[in-house]
Structure formats: C-alpha cells, structure tokens
C-alpha cells in the first residue's frame, strides 16, 4: 500500500490514455513496462479500461452484495425462527426486508450478469474489449458510491427505507423516514449503471464482432445479453421517473401518488411495475444464456433449438412488457383488464417452455458428464421450473388473490431469482473459473458446495409454498402460532444456505491462489472463441480478430 | 418426491394448503388452484421423468455415445402448441370464476371497510352502526413475557359481525396508507387504497369465527392488525345489529353526561394510561420516548408541555402529511381528556394541568366554527 499514493499521483498526471497509462506505471514498476501486461497495485483497478479487469470487479462486488444482503436475510430469519418479538423492533425488519431486496436485485444479481457480460462477451464474439472502456470503467465505479449511500441510511436518526423494495406510495412518500431522499439518490446511481452497462453491451455487440461472426452464429450468452440491454434501457428509465415522483411528492409537495392533491396511489405500482416486470427478465435472460451454453457443452451434443431459443427469448422480452399489471390484481382493476394480464401472464408459459424442453432435448440421448458447471445447470432447470410453475399459478387471477402478497409469492420469487439466477451465476462461475484464473477450482469442496447449496435452497424455499398457501403473509415480523414449526424449518434451511455461500467464497479464493493447472479448453465438448484462448486468459485478447468460418 | 407432495397437502389441508373456505367462490378458487396445481404436476412428470431418465440412461460414464440431432421443426411446433391448448384449458374456468368474483350486484348489505394504521373501520351502511376493530394481543404476549394464547395476533376487540346466506357488498378504502383487507375463507383479497373505493363481496354459508390479516405492507406494525369476522344466523345478526345500536345510543348519552362531569386527576390518568398504551404506544412506545427520526417522543415534547390546546388539536386532528393520525372520531371527548392529561402529567412530564371531556368539546365547537366561518 505504500507505494500506491505515488502510483495513483504519476497517473493523475498522465493522460488517461491505454499506453500512457502503462507507462506511467512503468515508472514504479520497470519490469512491467509491456502494453499486454495489467498494470500493478490498486490502480490496476481504479483506473481500469480493461473489460476482463472491469469484469472481475463487478463480480467482486456482486459477491461482496450477496455476502451483504445475505446477512439481512438471516435477520429476518433469525426474528422468524419462532413466534413473538425477539431481537429486533418491527421497524428495523421492514428495513432488513426493503435493503436485502434492494441489495439482492441491484447490487447481486445484477452487477453478476453485467460482471460476467465484461468478461465474456468480448471473448465470445473475438472483440479486443468492449466498445466504450472509459465508460466501463464509469458504469462500475459508480456503484459502491450508490450501495454506500443506500447502506449508510441504516446508521441515519430514522433509519433506513422501511417500504419494501417496491417503495408503494403513499407508504414511501407521506410515512417514509428522512432516509428516503438517500434511497432515491443511490437507486438513480444504480440506474444510471445499468444503463451504461447496456449501452456498451449492445455497441460491442453490433460493431465489434469478429469477421464471419454472423448474428445467428453468436452463442446464446450474447443473445440473451443483447436482448437483456434493450430491456434495460428501455425500463430503467421508468424507474429514474418512479424514484423522482416519490422524491418530489415528499419533498417537494407534489402529489403525483397523493389522491388529496389530485394524484393516484395506485399509478405508481403502474409505473413500478412497468419497470418490474421487464426488471425480473432483466435478472433471468442471462441465465437462459449460461445453461444454454453449459448443457450442450457437458452432453456433448450441441444446443437443440437455437434458433427456437433466440425467437423465445425474444418474445418473453415483448411479452414482458405487457404483463405487469399481474403485480396488481387486488388493486380492483375493472374485470377486463384482469383478463387481459392473466392471458399475457399466461402466455408468457409458451416461450419459457420452449426453452426447458430444448435443454431437455439437448440432453436427450447425449453423453453427459457431471462436473460442478453442470449440476448448477441441472438444478438451475428444476428449480427454475417449479418457480414458472408456482408462477403460472399466480397467474390466474382468483386463485391469485389468495396467493398475493403470502409466503406463496415469496417462495415463488425465490425459486426463479435464488435458485434460477443465482444458481446460473454460480454455474457459470465454475463453468468459466478455469478459463479466468488458468487454474481448476477444487473439485470436492466445489461438490460440497453443490450439494449443500441445493438442499438447504429448498429446505428455505420449498416449505415458505406451504405457510403462503396456509395465509401467512410476507413482510411480517411476526407470526400466528400455526406457522411456528414450517417457519422454524425455513429458518434452518435460510441459515445453512447463508453458510453454505462461505464454501463457494473459499473455493475461488483456492482457485484463484492455485491449484491444478487448466488446460485452454478444460470441457472436452465446450464450444466457444473463449476456448480458442490461453488459460488464464491474457490481458488482452483478440488484438487481431480471430477468423469464424 | 411430488407424490408426497400432493400427499400431505390433502392429509393436512389447513396447516398445508389453500382453504376451502366457506363460500361458494371459495370453494371454486379452491377446486381452480388443484386443478392448475395437478396439471403442473402432471408437466412436471413429463419434463422432470425425461429429464431424469436422459441423465441415468445418458451418461457418458454408462458408455452413451451421443447423438447427433439438434433440430426439429415438427417437435418444437408440438411444444408450442400443446401448452398452448393446456393453457386456454386452464383460462376457461378461470374467467368464468373471476367474472363471478367481480359482480357485485343485487347485493343485500353494504360493509364500509377501512383501514388505517393500523386497525379496521368497520361501518355499516345506512345502519348509523360503526366501530373500530383492534388487535387484542397484548404486548407481553408479544414480547414473550406472557404466554401466546391459541388466536395468537389473530384476535380483535371487536370483530366484524355478518349474517350468513346474504350477500355482503364490501366497500373498502383507506385513510392513510395503501392495506389489504384478506380473509381467506371468503376467498376475498382487497386493497384498501386512500381516495378511492373497491369493491368485493361474499355469501357466507357457515356461521363461524374466521381469520384474516392485512396483506399490503403498510408500515411498522402490519404483522398486527388482523381482520376477525363472526358470521351469524341471519336471525341472530338482526338482534346482534339491534343491540349494537342500543349499545351505541348509551354511549352517545354517557358522552353527552361525561360532559357535564369533572374527573379526578387519578381518574383521568388510569383512563389515560390505557387509551395511551391501546392506541398511542405503538408508535410513541410505552415509555413515550418515541423512534428517534421516525416518531416524536411524548416525554419532553413541546406539545405536551406546552399550550394545551395545540395539544388537543394535534391529538383531535391529527397532523397531516404525516403518520399523526385524527382521533376525533376514534376517541371519545372523556378519552381524548384522560390521554391528554395523561401525556402532560405521566411519561415523564409533570405540567399539572388537567383537560376534562368538556375542554375537548369545547375545542371541537369553536374549531368546527372557525372552518366554518373561514368557508
């Protein structure tokens, strides 16, 4: 760390520029003095325009995310284990409940995907790096000021926002605390984020693939990213209105959501889940990508229905636009409307299906191995399917109205976002692991890893069907009697989960530091440029475009 | 695995799965979610047993040589168009289900219902009958000092009474934040949303105690306002709403003499504490020391030591834009005094002075006078 202040000072100095970047840091370190070699110390990181180095900190960061909403998560469930009040105030719990989702949507899942698309995109599709590198380098430093913001209003007079993740007004706007304005600012950080992340998803993906590398030869992982850019810019905008709807109406006196002034509280879940639903794809389509990437390649056979994969994706991005209203059923919209967002919800089953029996079909008669990638993938597929099946359930609006706002939806929700993309995160971090550090992660502690991430997922999940089915509604502190022995059950599994994720930890960090070497392509039948490369992959790859026949 | 499933959702029906409830609706969302339920299991056969028998018969290590397809139109518009069908199968009782749902017509009594933090107000239509409905948990339960009874954060002071076999228009609105009135015998799920009304309705067809809770998130203490209805004999519900009204009548008159009458200090403070620990504690706490940043404290407030009729407007009022909500209609004048005096004269503040249910009155007349005369 000493030699760091000098470090950082010589590249203030110099002109933010690649090569003279690497020559000011030739200063310190002489023998580094080679345009392909990263930079040293800690301002390899601040400044990077590297998409590999970028990449690496958003997945930091995501885990460190995860890490932390994880642990509010074992709050609440600390508090649930049994009936009555027993280590925190009800006020502080909606806080935990409105930060682990905040903290799990924006600063886990997706900084995860954003983290893997830095890495793996530009590989994928032989481009030297992302098209717009500064702004790369902008899009993830600005998120640990926003996480800061969000976090720091836990240690604020009122404490930190109370209203749930889907800050309903005029909960968030007249009854919210002082916090408020700190949870509007960090969410417009996080949003810009995900917008310049977008943007340079989509500009790498148009302009800089590989001569030959033709839209329907790219892999699926790209598809499904560039499909997931568009939706984010398009959505998170909406979002930026929300946040500064709710940020005038408390502050400012306006009453966007405040019916005494001429407003309509109900024309922010509108708007809300305008935003929403795409968001839940948003945190789904890059996991589409990654099993469809990692089942083919452990079957040995290659994906079956690409083309059926691309359209599907597509038309659950359309689709997603115009079902959220299913958020909102017991609102009291008119009967005709109900209608109209059962039928899209429902729809919504055909393309996802499509999906589940292409993998299907991929594995069907193929010669499957069974390293760590693929158990995630295979998890990823039944898990993620009893979450579309609670949610075609959800989907029909009477039975819907018993479902809303239990422990139904919560497990629901789980099933697609834990074990759907936080498995799929996980999967491909073991999938590319080899290729990222050129070493091969532990295979034992990672099955460790597998097997007690997959049961203790469903002994937290699974069971939260039954309390939402039996009237327990989400987002309480506390609980009626009859919910006492499921809930004690759920909290065990939420604990062993939580612990489980350590093993996860200590598995990259013996990869990272070790271990047996990788070979260029570890998966005998893995397709991809990203396997044409050196393990650990160089600083720089594909400087010269590489040929795709 | 989902043998079992299935297996013990209908062996314990109650502690693991979606009531039957007691309407005729109720029963039909029931029936709707196994169904919907069973053919998801029925997919999931299908998709998990090929699934499964890939990864056992296919395996590399068991010698499988792989194949070589990876495309067929034939099968992918087969799986396109089977879920299809299953789904337009699904959405036929669903609609029809829902339309019966959402006509609220012909009904025979109306039920105001509305929320606000955190209790129910129930109010019936053309009845001149209204009353608010509280949780009856007592906090030492809740703090584990006292043992949970069996209706644990279920039970209410006053529940809502209906009669069975009418049908019972809800009309349901909020005072404040968005709730959701939820009783899932009856099926009925609804948002209270301040501004504007909704609608739901139900036909009872067993008498009996069911149990509810709010749904929305709506603030500190949404796990404790429950929702508790008594469904009657029609017979019975008549003479109940009859006694009701008689009830009510008295209460007017005792108000009416509390007026005339002046309490003793010991009076006012025992009636105080308690209207103060029912209603006021669950924000500005036993101690009145508040929630620094979210509720103001009592103990040392400027309100409650300084001029005691900003005191009893803020308490009658209520303060807008803000969680302070109007007890006016909530208290009587008498318990609207006693909280008052108790506030000045306990938690810690010694003013000394006393408010009698005449001062309240007195209040309410020159303050309705003022917005008269200001309209």
Same mark, same amino acid.
């Given at each position: 760390?000493?030699?760091? =202040?000098?470090?950082?000072?010589?590249?203030?100095?110099?002109?933010?520029?690649?090569?003279?970047?690497?020559?000011? /840091?030739?200063?310190?370190?002489?023998?580094?003095?080679?345009?392909?070699?990263?930079? =040293?110390?800690?301002? *390899?990181?601040?400044?990077?325009?590297?998409?590999?180095?970028?990449?690496?900190?958003?997945?930091?960061?995501?885990?460190?995310?995860?890490?932390?909403?994880?642990? $509010?998560?074992?709050?609440?469930?600390?508090?649930?284990?049994?009936?009555?009040?027993?280590?925190?105030?009800?006020?502080?719990?909606?806080?935990?409940? #409105?930060?682990?989702?905040?903290?799990?949507?924006?600063?886990?899942?997706?900084?995860?995907?954003?983290?893997?698309?830095?890495?793996? !995109?530009?590989?994928?599709?032989?481009?030297?790096?992302?098209?717009?590198?500064?702004?790369? /380098?902008?899009?993830?430093?600005?998120?640990?000021?926003?996480?800061? !913001?969000?976090?720091?209003?836990?240690?604020?007079?009122?404490?930190?926002?109370?209203?749930?993740?889907?800050?309903?007004?005029?909960?968030?706007?007249?009854?919210?605390?002082?916090? &408020?304005?700190?949870?509007?600012?960090?969410?417009?950080? $996080?949003? !810009?984020?995900?917008?310049?992340?977008?943007?340079?998803?989509?500009? #790498?993906?148009?302009?800089?693939?590989?001569?030959?590398?033709?839209?329907?030869?790219?892999?699926?992982?790209?598809?499904?990213?560039?499909? &997931?850019?568009?939706?984010?810019?398009?959505?998170?905008?909406?979002?930026?209105?929300?946040?500064?709807?709710?940020?005038?109406?408390?502050?400012?006196?306006?009453?966007?959501?405040?019916?005494?002034?001429?407003?309509?509280?109900?024309?922010?879940?509108?708007?809300?889940?305008?935003?929403?639903?795409?968001?839940?794809?948003?945190?789904?389509?890059?996991?589409?990508?990654?099993?469809?990437?990692?089942?083919?390649?452990?079957?040995?056979?290659?994906?079956?229905?690409?083309?059926?994969?691309?359209?599907? #994706?597509?038309?659950?991005?359309?689709?997603?636009?115009?079902?959220?209203?299913?958020?909102?059923?017991?609102?009291?919209?008119?009967?005709?409307?109900?209608?109209?967002?059962?039928?899209?919800? $429902?729809?919504?089953?055909?393309?996802?299906?499509?999906?589940?029996?292409?993998?299907?079909?991929?594995?069907?008669?193929?010669?499957?191995?069974?390293?760590?990638?693929?158990?995630?993938?295979?998890?990823?597929?039944?898990?993620? &399917?009893?979450?579309?099946?609670?949610?075609?359930?959800?989907?029909?609006?009477?039975?819907?109205?018993?479902?809303?706002?239990?422990?139904?939806?919560?497990?629901?929700?789980?099933?697609?976002?834990?074990?759907?993309?936080?498995?799929?995160?996980?999967?491909?971090?073991?999938?590319?692991?080899?290729?990222?550090?050129?070493?091969?992660?532990?295979?034992?502690?990672?099955?460790?890893?597998?097997?007690?991430?997959?049961?203790?997922?469903?002994?937290?999940?699974?069971?939260?069907?039954?309390?939402?089915?039996?009237?327990?509604?989400? *987002?309480?502190?506390?609980?009626?009697?009859?919910?006492?022995?499921?809930?004690?059950?759920?909290?065990?599994?939420?604990?062993?989960?939580?612990?489980?994720?350590?093993?996860?930890?200590?598995?990259?960090?013996?990869?990272?530091?070790?271990?047996?070497?990788?070979?260029?392509?570890?998966?005998?039948?893995?397709?991809?440029?990203?396997?044409?490369?050196?393990?650990?992959?160089?600083?720089?790859?594909?400087? &010269?475009?590489?040929?795709?026949? | 695995?989902?043998?079992?499933?299935?297996?013990?959702?209908?062996?314990?029906?109650?502690?693991?799965?979606?009531?039957?409830?007691?309407?005729?609706?109720?029963?039909?969302?029931?029936?709707?979610?196994?169904?919907?339920?069973?053919?998801?299991?029925?997919?999931?056969?299908?998709?998990?047993?090929?699934?499964?028998?890939?990864?056992?018969?296919?395996?590399?290590?068991?010698?499988?040589?792989?194949?070589?397809?990876?495309?067929?139109?034939?099968?992918?518009?087969?799986?396109?168009?089977?879920?299809?069908?299953?789904?337009?199968?699904?959405?036929?009782?669903?609609?029809?289900?829902?339309?019966?749902?959402?006509?609220?017509?012909?009904?025979?009594?109306?039920?105001?219902?509305?929320?606000?933090?955190?209790?129910?107000?129930?109010?019936?239509?053309?009845?001149?009958?209204?009353?608010?409905?509280?949780?009856?948990?007592?906090?030492?339960?809740?703090?584990?000092?006292?043992?949970?009874?069996?209706?644990?954060?279920?039970?209410?002071?006053?529940?809502?009474?209906?009669?069975?076999?009418?049908?019972?228009?809800?009309?349901?609105?909020?005072?404040?934040?968005?709730?959701?009135?939820?009783?899932?015998?009856? %099926?009925?799920?609804?948002?209270?949303?301040?501004?504007?009304?909704?609608?739901?309705?139900?036909?009872?067809?067993?008498?009996?105690?069911?149990?509810?809770?709010?749904?929305?998130?709506?603030?500190?203490?949404?796990?404790?306002?429950?929702?508790?209805?008594?469904?009657?004999?029609?017979?019975?519900?008549?003479?109940?709403?009859? %006694?009701?009204?008689?009830?009510?009548?008295?209460?007017?008159?005792?108000?009416?003499?509390?007026?005339?009458?002046?309490?003793?200090?010991?009076?006012?403070?025992?009636?105080?504490?308690?209207?103060?620990?029912?209603?006021?504690?669950?924000?500005?706490?036993?101690?009145?020391?508040?929630?620094?940043?979210?509720?103001?404290?009592?103990?040392?407030?400027?309100?409650?030591?300084?001029?005691?009729?900003?005191?009893?407007?803020?308490?009658?009022?209520?303060?807008?834009?803000?969680?302070?909500?109007?007890?006016?209609?909530?208290?009587?004048?008498?318990?609207? %005094?006693?909280?008052?005096?108790?506030?000045?004269?306990?938690?810690?503040?010694?003013?000394?002075?006393?408010?009698?249910?005449?001062?309240?009155?007195?209040?309410?007349?020159?303050?309705?006078?003022?917005?008269?005369?200001?309209?």
């Amino acid at each position: 760390m000493k030699t760091s =202040k000098p470090e950082s000072e010589n590249i203030k100095s110099a002109p933010v520029a690649d090569a003279d970047l690497s020559r000011a /840091n030739s200063a310190i370190a002489v023998e580094d003095d080679h345009h392909h070699e990263a930079p =040293k110390g800690i301002a *390899r990181w601040i400044y990077s325009t590297n998409h590999k180095d970028i990449g690496t900190l958003y997945l930091w960061f995501s885990f460190i995310m995860f890490l932390t909403g994880g642990a $509010m998560a074992m709050v609440i469930r600390a508090e649930l284990f049994q009936p009555g009040l027993q280590l925190v105030e009800p006020q502080f719990f909606n806080q935990m409940t #409105t930060v682990h989702g905040l903290v799990m949507v924006f600063g886990a899942v997706m900084p995860a995907f954003t983290g893997l698309a830095n890495w793996m !995109i530009p590989m994928m599709i032989g481009a030297p790096d992302m098209a717009l590198p500064r702004m790369n /380098n902008l899009s993830f430093w600005i998120l640990p000021f926003a996480f800061l !913001i969000l976090l720091s209003s836990l240690f604020t007079a009122g404490g930190a926002p109370d209203f749930g993740w889907t800050f309903y007004a005029p909960l968030s706007t007249q009854y919210s605390p002082d916090s &408020t304005a700190l949870f509007v600012f960090s969410v417009h950080i $996080m949003g !810009i984020s995900s917008i310049m992340g977008a943007i340079n998803v989509i500009v #790498t993906i148009v302009n800089m693939r590989a001569p030959g590398m033709t839209w329907f030869k790219m892999p699926m992982f790209v598809w499904t990213w560039l499909i &997931t850019a568009f939706l984010l810019i398009a959505v998170m905008p909406v979002l930026a209105g929300a946040v500064t709807m709710v940020l005038t109406d408390k502050y400012f006196g306006t009453s966007f959501f405040d019916a005494a002034g001429g407003g309509d509280p109900v024309m922010f879940q509108h708007i809300f889940w305008f935003f929403g639903h795409p968001e839940v794809y948003i945190m789904i389509l890059p996991s589409f990508g990654i099993i469809s990437a990692i089942i083919p390649a452990f079957s040995g056979k290659k994906l079956f229905g690409y083309h059926s994969m691309v359209y599907a #994706t597509c038309s659950i991005a359309l689709l997603s636009f115009l079902v959220w209203a299913h958020h909102m059923f017991t609102t009291g919209m008119p009967v005709f409307a109900e209608l109209f967002f059962m039928y899209c919800t $429902m729809l919504i089953a055909v393309p996802t299906g499509v999906k589940v029996f292409n993998w299907v079909a991929t594995m069907w008669r193929g010669a499957m191995t069974f390293e760590t990638p693929m158990l995630f993938a295979i998890a990823f597929i039944i898990l993620f &399917t009893i979450g579309g099946f609670s949610g075609l359930m959800l989907a029909i609006v009477p039975a819907d109205f018993q479902y809303h706002d239990t422990y139904f939806v919560v497990a629901h929700f789980h099933y697609v976002l834990v074990s759907g993309a936080v498995f799929s995160i996980m999967a491909a971090a073991y999938y590319w692991l080899p290729k990222w550090t050129g070493n091969m992660y532990d295979h034992k502690l990672s099955l460790l890893h597998f097997w007690c991430s997959v049961i203790s997922v469903n002994v937290l999940f699974f069971p939260m069907h039954f309390l939402g089915l039996a009237g327990m509604p989400r *987002r309480i502190p506390d609980y009626a009697i009859q919910f006492a022995d499921v809930n004690q059950i759920v909290s065990i599994g939420g604990f062993a989960f939580g612990l489980s994720q350590l093993i996860f930890l200590w598995v990259v960090i013996k990869c990272i530091r070790g271990g047996e070497k990788a070979t260029d392509k570890p998966w005998e039948h893995a397709e991809g440029l990203e396997w044409t490369l050196p393990s650990p992959a160089p600083h720089h790859t594909f400087s &010269t475009p590489p040929k795709i026949d | 695995m989902l043998a079992a499933i299935v297996s013990s959702a209908q062996a314990e029906e109650s502690a693991f799965n979606m009531t039957k409830g007691v309407t005729d609706i109720s029963g039909k969302v029931y029936d709707l979610h196994m169904l919907i339920f069973y053919i998801c299991c029925a997919i999931a056969l299908v998709v998990f047993g090929a699934m499964f028998y890939s990864m056992f018969r296919h395996r590399k290590s068991k010698g499988a040589v792989a194949a070589n397809f990876h495309e067929s139109t034939k099968v992918e518009v087969v799986w396109t168009v089977i879920p299809i069908i299953i789904l337009v199968l699904m959405a036929i009782p669903a609609t029809k289900t829902l339309v019966a749902m959402e006509d609220t017509s012909r009904s025979d009594l109306t039920v105001r219902i509305t929320g606000s933090q955190w209790k129910w107000h129930y109010s019936y239509f053309n009845e001149g009958v209204d009353y608010f409905s509280l949780l009856a948990t007592s906090q030492k339960a809740i703090d584990g000092v006292e043992e949970k009874g069996a209706h644990y954060l279920l039970e209410v002071d006053e529940p809502l009474v209906l009669p069975i076999n009418r049908k019972i228009r809800f009309l349901l609105t909020s005072d404040d934040v968005i709730h959701s009135w939820w009783v899932p015998d009856f %099926a009925v799920k609804k948002d209270t949303i301040p501004g504007f009304i909704n609608e739901a309705w139900t036909r009872i067809d067993k008498p009996g105690v069911y149990r509810g809770q709010c749904a929305e998130l709506c603030g500190r203490a949404h796990g404790f306002m429950p929702i508790v209805v008594h469904a009657m004999e029609e017979d019975k519900y008549d003479q109940w709403l009859l %006694a009701k009204k008689d009830e009510i009548a008295k209460a007017e008159q005792e108000a009416a003499a509390s007026l005339t009458a002046t309490l003793s200090k010991q009076e006012l403070m025992t009636l105080g504490e308690k209207t103060y620990l029912d209603r006021c504690a669950v924000c500005h706490q036993a101690t009145g020391a508040g929630i620094p940043g979210a509720f103001p404290a009592i103990t040392g407030s400027q309100v409650a030591t300084g001029d005691v009729s900003v005191h009893i407007d803020t308490v009658v009022n209520g303060r807008p834009g803000t969680a302070m909500q109007a007890f006016s209609n909530q208290l009587s004048d008498k318990e609207i %005094a006693a909280v008052v005096t108790y506030q000045r004269n306990g938690l810690g503040n010694s003013v000394g002075d006393l408010v009698q249910a005449s001062d309240v009155n007195t209040f309410k007349a020159a303050s309705s006078q003022t917005s008269k005369e200001g309209q």
